[in-house]
């Protein structure tokens, strides 16, 4: 019997299924799980993790809803005084790991060593499902290029087309094949303080060695709600803050990342607002990724940017890993940019996704509403291999033009 089916009949054997909140969905849960990853056995671990990591979320539920006096009890209770548990009054209030889900942690200063981390793309199947065996290939492929860390389900990951069982379960595949040879940084973060709080709990719960936390996005908050949306998260592990305002359409601004720099967790800065920024964090002893591919080098080497969080490395991890780590290089950093001009010609991962599809590393499989870019571009992109050099991308096959009826776009999956 498997690690996961001994931990459902311990389930079923203790009634859990029949508990007022969550616990009832664990075996559609946990059957969607195997279903999902349905070629690899060895997820079992990953799969009793991310149970426990649920109950825990559920135990915090039951918490909350028993400290309430029931209704019709025969207990005056007007002399009752009801105390809030301390998972609904405290916001910093995590309930403990267990010993299994403490494996893979690391300290918030390895985090900050890492130089090259790669936001990893997601490749699907024909059905819209992961593509497993995709991924594990492009993971090996920046493992063997020298890449110190990726982003699960990221933008570029396309985190915001997952649903949040796919997207824990996707971090705790990454971490139980690939963590003790890359750090896995798993996107928990989410517009919702709520959404944040319980995915990063989970997120740990796996394994992953730290969290990538964007600001409230959408329904927007003050400085102050920013603070206080991070401090809830802060203490849970190694955590990067990730300023996009193209995105979110709000800066975070340097005093509110100084303040939140007092937590021994915060990893650092995924920074997209211009070198200039940067050298305001690194400055002030603040550690900074660049998060844009076309300054990156001069960041790195001009304004004291720890590295990058790079889109490109998916495709020239190689490369990449000379222009961040092997010295100043301008040269290289020119020969670079027209494929980074390229990729960001529309909204990200639009143009990667095309990409890995003409170099036949993932199959041309698009959950909407991200399209292939059109027949001109990819024209282009084959000649921009060329020009760098087939054996600097990755993958083994020749690079083609597809056509448009190549493509398959997923709307229900």
């Known amino acids: 019997m498997t690690a996961s089916e001994n ?34 056995a060895s997820n079992d671990v990953v799969l009793l993790n991310i149970l426990m990591a649920l109950l825990k979320t559920s135990t915090t539920l039951s918490f909350r809803a028993t400290a309430f006096p029931l209704h019709g009890h025969t207990t005056n209770t007007r002399k009752l005084h009801w ?37 990893i793309k997601t490749p699907y199947l024909p ?37 949040w069982d796919e997207h824990i379960m996707l971090i705790g595949h990454t971490v139980n094949c690939f963590g003790v040879k890359i750090k896995v940084i798993g996107n928990t973060g989410s517009n919702s303080t709520r959404e944040a709080i319980h995915a990063t709990e989970q ?39 990730y300023n996009v305002p193209s995105r979110t359409s709000q800066d975070i601004p340097p005093q509110v990342i100084q303040t939140l720099a007092q937590s021994a967790s915060l990893a650092g800065v995924k920074e997209c607002m211009g070198n200039d920024r940067i050298k305001q964090y690194t400055d002030n002893g603040i550690v900074v990724w660049s998060g844009n591919d076309d300054q990156c080098h001069d960041a790195r080497w001009g ?45 990200n991962p639009i143009g990667l996704n095309t990409a890995l599809a003409q170099l036949g590393v993932a199959r041309p499989v698009f959950r909407l509403p991200y399209v292939p870019l059109p027949l001109k571009k990819r024209m282009e992109f084959v000649n921009l291999v060329k020009g760098i050099g087939r054996e600097h991308f990755i993958g083994d096959k020749d690079v083609q033009v597809l056509d448009d009826n190549d493509f398959i776009l997923i709307g229900r999956h």
């Open 83 to 119: 105390k809030p548990t301390q998972a609904a009054l405290t916001s910093s209030f995590h309930l403990p790991m267990r010993s299994f889900e403490a494996k893979n942690r690391t300290s918030t200063d390895d985090v900050k060593r890492l130089r090259l981390i790669t936001a």
């Open 303 to 347: 304004y004291g940017a720890t590295g990058v969080i790079s889109v490109a490395s998916n495709l020239v991890p190689g490369l990449m890993r000379e222009l961040i780590i092997g010295g100043e290089n301008p040269a290289l950093n020119s020969k670079l940019m027209p494929l980074v001009e390229w990729l960001f010609c529309e909204p």
């Open 7 to 40: 931990t459902l009949t311990l389930l079923n054997k203790h009634g859990k299924w029949k508990a007022g909140n969550c616990l009832c969905n664990y075996c559609h849960f946990f059957h969607f799980h195997q279903h999902l990853f349905h070629s690899h």
């Open 203 to 241: 997120g740990f719960a796996v394994g992953m060695h730290a969290a990538l936390h964007i600001n409230p996005y959408y329904g927007k908050t003050s400085l102050n709600g920013l603070i206080s949306h991070f401090n809830t998260v802060l203490p849970m592990g190694p955590t990067i803050i």
């Open 127 to 163: 059905d819209g499902r992961f593509d497993l065996e995709a991924y594990d290939t492009l993971v090996n492929l920046q493992i063997e290029n020298g890449v110190e860390g990726v982003i699960v389900g990221g933008t570029t990951g396309e985190g915001q087309l997952m649903s």
